[in-house]
């Protein structure tokens, strides 16, 4: 058994968002004890299809994806979940164009998501997902959420540099691609003339 606040800091949400939650009924096996303590039975708790999700950001670091998800299932397993699917995945967190992502993100049987920090689902916009998940009913669970907020805060802001660095030299490119069509089509006028 595990009380509510606690149930809050595993979920990384505020004890009232936990409260809505119980009071709306969505989390298996709450119950008000004769003391008025909200109390989750653990056992009725577990999640029905789980899935590891690992990402890394270039396919160099393919050892240590396959670590990563050596990491997840042993923690599902100390948890007692059973592990329906591993997704792996080597993108760049900053890529909206996720396509092992949006079908998981979309497939309305997975209860639990389980990652190693919150970075490695998506580097911005965490809390979005993570909110429209629990509407749906499923969990996202951070092995290891942030404890510095500071750091936390300067990974943020590396990777928003990171992220609108390549959207410059993306345009840059893209730029160039349409000089280089316009010359094209230029050059096929001037010789059909």
């Known amino acids: 058994m595990k009380r509510l606040k606690d149930y809050a800091k595993?979920?990384?949400?505020?004890?009232?968002?936990?409260?809505?939650r119980y009071k709306a009924?969505?989390?298996?096996?709450?119950?008000?004890n004769e003391f008025g303590q909200i109390l989750i039975d653990e056992n009725k708790n577990k999640?029905?299809?789980?899935?590891?999700?690992?990402?890394?950001?270039?396919?160099?670091n393919k050892n240590n994806l396959e670590k990563q998800a050596e990491r997840l299932v042993s923690y599902c397993a100390a948890k007692g979940y059973r592990v329906d699917e591993i997704i792996k995945e080597c993108a760049s967190g900053l890529n909206d164009k996720r396509p092992k992502l949006i079908k998981m993100l979309n497939n309305t049987d997975v209860t639990c998501i389980v990652v190693e920090h919150h970075d490695r689902l998506t580097r911005?916009?965490?809390?979005?997902?993570?909110?429209?998940?629990?509407?749906?009913?499923?969990?996202?669970?951070?092995?290891?959420?942030?404890?510095?907020?500071?750091?936390?805060?300067?990974?943020?802001?590396?990777?928003?540099?990171?992220?609108?660095?390549?959207?410059?030299?993306?345009?840059?490119?893209?730029?160039?691609?349409?000089?280089?069509l316009i010359k094209e089509l230029n050059d096929e006028n001037n010789s059909l003339k």
């Open 10 to 20: 595993e979920q990384g949400v505020q004890y009232r968002t936990a409260w809505n």
């Open 25 to 32: 009924g969505k989390i298996a096996g709450a119950f008000q």
């Open 47 to 60: 999640p029905d299809y789980t899935i590891c999700y690992c990402r890394v950001s270039s396919s160099q």
């Open 124 to 180: 911005f916009g965490f809390n979005y997902i993570q909110n429209w998940m629990n509407e749906r009913g499923c969990l996202i669970e951070v092995i290891n959420p942030a404890t510095n907020d500071k750091d936390d805060l300067m990974k943020d802001f590396v990777s928003l540099v990171t992220s609108f660095t390549a959207r410059l030299y993306g345009l840059r490119r893209s730029k160039r691609r349409t000089e280089r």
